[in-house]
């Protein structure tokens, strides 16, 4: 994993330091509707069967995202091997970052590693179809709706019904062909 730069973030692999920054993150309501219904993570209690990614700054292929001026914390980026030549595409930003493009830039930046440095042929991303905002981002950077799933959950939190949409960007698409 490298460090990344974009305009006006660094992605850096992610380190025990974060830890604070990652769970943070998982006590906003707001940055955990669409992953858990908006309850905060118990931090005492870890759900060993979560959906949803839960860093705590040993994950390997997850990068924690500061901004170039200040080093502030905005959020953190993964891109998970899913096979031999597939990834997963994540990321999780704090609340007051939504709506600058600072998603788009951090996911875009990965997306390009992936492809030019990762050896990866196509690279996926998921989110829960109202997840109007997520959505754009993965369109913003050229991921191409796929498909729409759905599934029984257990404890289905308000949305859930309409389904989880699946992007994708192969390597030839990122080429421009």
């Given at each position: ?26 006590l906003d ?17 870890i759900d ?100 729409t799933v ?28």
């Open positions: 994993m490298a460090i990344l730069q974009t305009t006006r973030l660094t992605l850096s692999p992610c380190r025990p330091d974060d830890r604070a920054d990652f769970m943070a993150l998982e309501p707001e940055v955990m509707r669409f992953l858990n219904g908006g309850y905060a993570v118990d931090h005492q209690r060993e069967n979560a959906t949803f990614l839960m860093p705590r700054g040993t994950e390997p292929y997850v990068w924690t995202a500061r901004r170039k001026t200040d080093g502030a914390f905005v959020g953190w980026f993964c891109l998970s091997p899913e096979g031999d030549h597939s990834a997963e595409l994540g990321y999780r930003l704090r609340r007051n970052e939504w709506g600058q493009g600072l998603a788009s830039e951090g996911a875009s930046a990965l997306v390009d590693w992936g492809f030019r440095n990762g050896g990866y042929d196509s690279i996926v991303a998921t989110t829960m179809a109202v997840n109007l905002g997520s959505r754009r981002v993965m369109e913003k950077i050229g991921m191409k709706y796929i498909r759905f599934a029984d959950w257990p404890d289905p939190i308000p949305g859930s019904e309409q389904g989880d949409v699946w992007y994708e960007m192969t390597r030839q698409d990122w080429r421009g062909g």
